[in-house]
């Protein structure tokens, strides 16, 4: 089982993938397309082409993981969209409000990083 945590790296491809894809085949748009390394633990999000489905690629330092969520009914409503870059970059909460069909621009949580103050009197 693969749990999505606060520290995951999370890139989600902006261009459709080909969904006949397997591991290697999403591996090498990770280097050729993404200019990413699959082996790196960033956890690659997919989408195909009618934004019915999903595929979640991951190396946990033994192996890939390939994980796909399709749709019964509906459309993913949110992908990033952009000219000039190959890749958006996801939060953990925001990553499990779009595997639920959400829009994981609208997710609110709280700041990746934040400043732990001692209460030390200045």
Known sequence: MIQVTPQMRILVAVAPADFRKGID??????????RQDPFSGYVFVFGNRRR???KVLIYDGQGFWLCQKRLSKGRFPW???SESEAT????AHQL????????????QGAAA?????GG???
């Open 25 to 34: 085949g999403l591996a090498r748009v990770c280097r050729d397309v993404l």
């Open 52 to 54: 019915q489905a999903i």
């Open 79 to 81: 992908w990033p969209h």
């Open 88 to 91: 958006d970059r996801l939060q």
């Open 96 to 107: 499990a409000v779009l595997l639920s069909a959400g829009d994981p621009t609208a997710a």
């Open 113 to 117: 990083w934040r400043r732990v103050d």
């Open 120 to 122: 030390a009197p200045e």
